[in-house]
């Protein structure tokens, strides 16, 4: 009889294993951080030294950039920074536009600053985005910024990917020699962090996009599973591999009638089959949207003790 009962104990731990997961918390990463920015700002206050001051740039009234922009400003509230937003119509022409990022590129007072995307389609992101100054570039998006990543010293990193590596390393998650799968190549996610991964994290890069054929296979061979995509519950149970840390880089607004707000945001995973056969995995929101506006805080601190040591 004793023996029948251990049996059933040790069963019973087995199931508790198997489906234990460490919910990354990025909202407090991303407030930890926010108070080590608040006393260095602090610092520089009592030293007479000039505080942050970030512009943000808004172009039109898309409302999930609204949100994002009002999140932004909070932040920027919430660790003394000053701020200024700066809004245009839809209807701007890509010149006005230009003419305006000279302008602030031009402002000693502004350190740094960031155009909200996505930008109506008569207007270049890729023209506006080179035409502002890489040490104001606080988003990390311009060609220089992008390529500093494989530099010996970084200007400012692109702050999604640089919010997620912190992430790995606040929760100590062994990268070195493991395989990362991220899915998705865009210029300000995963093509940034493909290239962080293998030079800060050591660990070997396979990158999956839109042409990849047969994602699964892939995905089912990463111990870290990332991805960035923009397509809510891409990603499910049986396209993971049991203990793959996976991080949800995917931010979409989905609305509807049953969402208390009208909307919400939807990761690309599919937390409720991805999440028990996961070690780690980060929730959505929750998770690398927090530490995104963190990492934007930083390279805004770090700005201005460059340009105002
Ligand atoms: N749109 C969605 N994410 C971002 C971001 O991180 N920065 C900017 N500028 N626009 C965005």
């Known amino acids: 009889m004793l023996v029948q009962s251990n049996h059933i104990h040790t ?110 389609s008569h ?14 570039d606080v988003d990390g998006f311009t060609n220089q910024n992008f390529g500093s990543i494989i530099s010996k010293s970084p200007l400012l990193m692109p702050a999604t990917p640089f919010g997620v590596m912190e992430l790995l390393r606040r929760y100590n998650i062994e990268t070195e020699g493991k395989h990362a799968v991220v899915v998705g190549a865009s210029r300000i996610a995963g093509a940034p962090l493909s290239m962080m991964l293998t030079e800060q994290a050591h660990a070997t890069v396979t990158i999956c996009h839109k042409y990849t054929k047969d994602l699964a296979n892939f995905t089912r061979s990463a111990d870290i599973l990332l991805v960035a995509v923009g397509k809510p519950g891409l990603i499910t149970g049986d396209m993971v591999k049991e203990g793959a840390v996976v991080i949800d880089i995917g931010t979409t607004r989905v609305e509807g009638p049953q969402f ?50």
């Open 11 to 120: 069963f019973r731990l087995r199931m508790i294993e198997t489906t234990s997961y460490t919910l990354i918390d990025g909202k407090k990463v991303s407030t930890d951080i926010k108070t080590e920015i608040m006393q260095r700002v602090a610092e520089r206050k009592e030293q007479g030294k000039k505080l942050p001051h970030l512009a943000i740039i808004l172009v039109g009234d898309d409302g999930a950039s609204q949100t994002y922009v009002d999140n932004k400003v909070k932040s920027c509230k919430s660790v003394g920074f000053h701020y200024t937003m700066m809004r245009f119509a839809d209807t701007i022409s890509e010149e006005k536009l230009m003419k305006h990022i000279d302008h602030v590129n031009n402002d000693d007072d502004v350190d740094g600053f960031i155009v909200q995307l996505p930008l109506p």
């Open 123 to 136: 207007i270049s992101v890729e023209k506006i985005t080179e035409k502002i100054r890489p040490d104001k």
């Open 260 to 309: 208390a707000k009208g909307w919400a945001i939807k990761g690309d995973v599919d937390f409720k089959t991805v999440a028990p056969k996961a070690s780690f995995i980060t929730p959505v929101p929750g998770g690398v949207g927090p530490m995104t506006i963190a990492s934007l805080l930083l390279n805004t601190l770090r700005a201005t003790e460059l340009q105002h040591p």
